[in-house]
């Protein structure tokens, strides 16, 4: 299902115009209008889901081969050093528009781009308390 005024759905399945890297039956890869590093793309899945909580699970194993697939791409392609594969669920990490993507960012030696998460250092209790928090 499309959702009516949503971007991506629209983008998706051609409705609007975008540089676009790949196309199947189920998805559209494009490049992003505000690209972190050369080549950072966009996987869209044409079907409207919000995020990765309403994702189809078939759909979730699909864009995972498909990022794989675009991977390999962009090493012969692009020459990319390395890449960053991000997914943002919910306002609060950092998601701005609310139809599934995976961000495909192509890493190059001396990119300038850093993505750093300041990290915590728990005890041992602390990280057990979370642990039995999340399997119980
Ligand atoms: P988010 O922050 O939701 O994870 O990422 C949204 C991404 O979509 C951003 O990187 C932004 O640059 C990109 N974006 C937003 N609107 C458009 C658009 O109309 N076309 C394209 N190609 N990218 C878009
Ligand atoms: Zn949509």
């Known amino acids: 299902m499309r959702k009516e005024n949503c971007i991506f759905c629209k983008i998706a399945n051609g409705e609007i115009p975008s540089k676009t890297l790949y196309e199947d039956r189920n998805f559209r890869v494009i490049l992003d209008l505000g ?3 050369k080549g950072h793309a966009l996987i869209l899945p044409k ?3 919000e995020n990765l909580y309403d994702l189809p699970q ?3 194993s699909e864009v995972m081969v498909l990022a794989q697939k675009m991977a390999a791409t962009f090493v012969e392609k692009l020459h990319c050093d390395g890449l960053n594969l991000m997914q943002n ?3 609060v990490a950092g998601q701005t528009v609310r139809h ?3 961000h495909l960012i ?3 030696v001396d990119d300038g ?3 750093n998460l300041k990290t915590g250092s728990p005890t041992q209790e602390e990280l057990e308390a979370i642990r039995r928090t999340i399997v119980e």
């Open 89 to 91: 669920n919910g306002e």
């Open 47 to 49: 079907e409207h889901a």
């Open 100 to 102: 599934f993507h995976l």
């Open 106 to 108: 192509p890493r190059y």
């Open 113 to 115: 781009q850093s993505i």
């Open 35 to 37: 690209p972190a590093t």
């Open 58 to 60: 078939e759909s979730a």
